[in-house]
């Protein structure tokens, strides 16, 4: 233990004759330096990065009890959501959804590789014979409560994924 205490007690002093040196110098080829990352964007800038999503692309901003607000427009009810397409959706309540509510991926080309389920205010356990025909289509399943399906769907797509997500409003429990 002796050699980690004295090692301990050399830097600060170590620390101090660093700080003494002067710069190395610069060749050349390397004269200016590159700005710091904190320096050059502030916190602001890159919420609004976040924020500054291209035209084309949906992405959830709020969630109701009765619905969801997508690029600034409130929509009621249940919605499906495949890349960037939207469209109101017949299930009203996550027992409703079955393989034929989502008949529309048998025939979607490119395939999602991802179905995320919006389940309303708590997540639910899928039904096998609905599972079944989920993974027979070739996409992968996650189900959530919805507040946490419409985050998972805006990262994924923001990421350019494709993904598809089935949503019940997060005030519906069944």
């Known amino acids: 233990m002796a050699g980690g205490e004295r090692a301990v007690a050399t830097l600060p002093k170590l620390i101090r004759s660093l ?18 990352l904190r ?20 992405r ?7 619905g969801f607000t997508v690029n600034g427009v409130e ?8 890349g960037n397409l939207l469209m109101s959706w017949a299930p009203k309540k996550f027992s409703e959804i079955t393989p034929d509510s989502l008949s529309i991926f048998k025939v979607v ?6 179905l995320i389920l ?10 096998p014979e609905l599972r079944r025909f989920i993974r ?13 399906a419409i985050s998972t769907y805006n ?13 019940v409003p997060y005030g519906v429990s069944s």
Do not use: H, W
């Not at 929509?75 to 495949?82: A, P």
């Not at 919006?118 to 039904?127: H, L, S, Y």
């Open 136 to 148: 027979s289509t070739g996409m992968k399943l996650e189900a959530l409560d919805s507040r946490n």
């Open 109 to 114: 080309r490119p395939i999602p590789e991802i």
């Open 60 to 66: 959830f901003q709020r969630y109701t009890d009765t």
């Open 19 to 36: 700080r003494k040196q002067p710069p190395k110098p610069k060749t050349a080829s390397y004269q200016q330096t590159l700005p710091s």
């Open 39 to 58: 320096r050059a964007f502030s916190l602001y800038d890159q919420i609004n990065l976040i924020d500054n999503v291209p035209d084309d692309q949906l």
């Open 118 to 127: 919006g389940c309303g205010r708590n997540i639910e356990p899928v039904d």
């Open 75 to 82: 929509y009621e009810g249940s919605l499906l959501c495949v």
């Open 155 to 167: 990262i994924l797509n923001e990421e350019s994924r494709i993904v598809a997500a089935a949503l």
